[in-house]
């Protein structure tokens, strides 16, 4: 069983970009998902969304690893809340342990239920003002 911290960067139209740029700093594999090529899982994607970044991830170098999206129409790009933290991982019981505990006295922004690409995804805000995703499934 396995569990990893992650960061996650928010981008306003430009995470491709940004992805490309950190994979010429770190080196390594760039896996990148658009939210049109979410459709056929049956998620609603805005006409402007599709050929934006739903999730990229940079495999770097020595151990250095990059996760970014694009903010799609809907949702309010804020700079301030630009990173957030990841838990991913097959640990379903310790993951969703910590979905509770990182819950209690915060705000959560999407329920801990299946997601369109096969995992259980959730977001949250903590009682700190930190905001945390939880993604339990296989890990890369």
Known sequence: ??????????????????????????????????????????????????????HAYLKGENGVEVMAADTPKGIEFQTGSRVSLTLNGDDEPLLRSYWEKLAAGGKVTVPLEKAPWGDTFGMLTDKFGVEWMIDIGPVQ
């Open 1 to 54: 069983m396995t569990v990893k911290l992650n960061s996650y960067i928010s981008f306003q139209d430009n995470a491709r970009e940004a992805i490309e740029f950190y994979k010429s700093v770190f080196g390594g594999e760039v896996y990148m998902d658009t939210f049109g090529s979410m459709q056929d899982s049956g998620m609603p994607v805005d006409e402007g969304d599709k050929e934006k970044i739903m």
